[in-house]
């Protein structure tokens, strides 16, 4: 319960910290809104097994489950794994969402929520929006310390809001192959330039690619990367900090927006109630 605790309260403090606007943005937790679990039941009432057992995370338990020489292929494997995409695809069709930003390793994702809403609509009429993935191709995966995808089950993540030394530790960490300096190096697929990509203008970018060309040193680029960093984290680290000592302050903006997303999402759910029977007799 208290990691649940902890990571709603980082999440939270992470989007306010970088700017987000609340006034302009319905910010809420998931598990403010029942409509979302409602629809999420509604919805596995159409979806085929076989989809589900497509999915990514589930396929990847399989897979360690025989790797490791289980008899039972599904060991470990939960309802609340099994069925996440359900859930996921409820909090984007419950909102009508058109088009939904995502990392390319998500694809899979919009995709299943895409088919669970054409079958819907095929079964009792035109209700969901088919949303679309967008990507930004620049930014799209992000690798880690060890130059595999950034992810917290890898545990080769840079915290964005990391201390001033502990991200200088990080930055000097991470993988790069045996080129010396001098020697013209390719940015594409180098993991200090792709997370320097992730937060600069295309002419910050651009500066930087020709740097790679004529030689760049990896200490000399792991050392304009921190510093390029810090810089631009400095502040909306200070406003992290803040907020994560203001929970009540956070607590309220979810709230507040639950409200704005339940009013939406209250009568949408009603329409859907009615559409597959679940309304009065008389």
């Not at 396929?59 to 069925?83: F, I, R």
């Not at 079958?119 to 060890?146: K, M, W």
């Not at 594409?188 to 651009?206: H, M």
Request: aromatic content about 8%; some cysteine; proline content about 5%.
């Amino acid at each position: 319960p208290e990691r649940v605790r902890e990571s709603t309260l980082q999440i939270a403090a992470t989007w306010l910290a970088l700017g987000l606007d609340t006034a302009n943005a319905v910010f809420y937790r998931q598990s403010d809104v029942p409509e979302i679990a409602e629809l999420a039941w509604i919805l596995s009432c159409v979806t085929a097994k076989g989809l589900m057992n497509r999915a990514h995370a589930y396929k990847a338990a399989v897979q360690a489950n025989q790797e490791g020489g289980e008899s039972d292929p599904d060991k470990g494997v939960t309802m609340g794994l099994y069925n996440y995409p359900i859930l996921m695809a409820a909090d984007i069709l419950l909102f009508r969402a058109r088009r939904v930003p995502v990392g390319r390793d998500q694809i899979q994702h919009i995709e299943m929520a895409r088919d669970m809403a054409a079958r819907f609509n095929h079964i009792y009429g035109e209700h969901f929006v088919l949303p679309e993935a967008q990507i930004s191709e620049e930014t799209a995966l992000l690798c880690g310390l060890d130059g595999r995808k950034m992810s917290k089950s890898y545990d080769n993540t840079i915290p964005l809001f990391a201390s001033e030394k502990a991200l200088r530790k990080l930055i000097m960490k991470v993988k790069t192959n045996s080129q010396l300096p001098g020697e013209p190096k390719d940015p594409e697929g180098c993991t200090l330039f792709g997370i320097f990509r992730a937060f600069a203008s295309a002419a910050e970018a651009a500066a930087v690619r020709k740097r790679y060309e004529e030689g760049i040193a990896w200490g000399e680029m792991k050392t304009f990367l921190f510093e390029y960093l810090n810089g631009h984290l400095e502040a909306a680290r200070e406003r992290y900090e803040a907020l994560i000592e203001a929970p009540a302050q956070i607590e309220q903006a979810l709230q507040d927006g639950a409200a704005k997303a339940r009013a939406v999402a209250t009568p949408f759910v009603q329409e859907l109630r009615a559409s597959v029977g679940i309304r009065p007799l008389a």
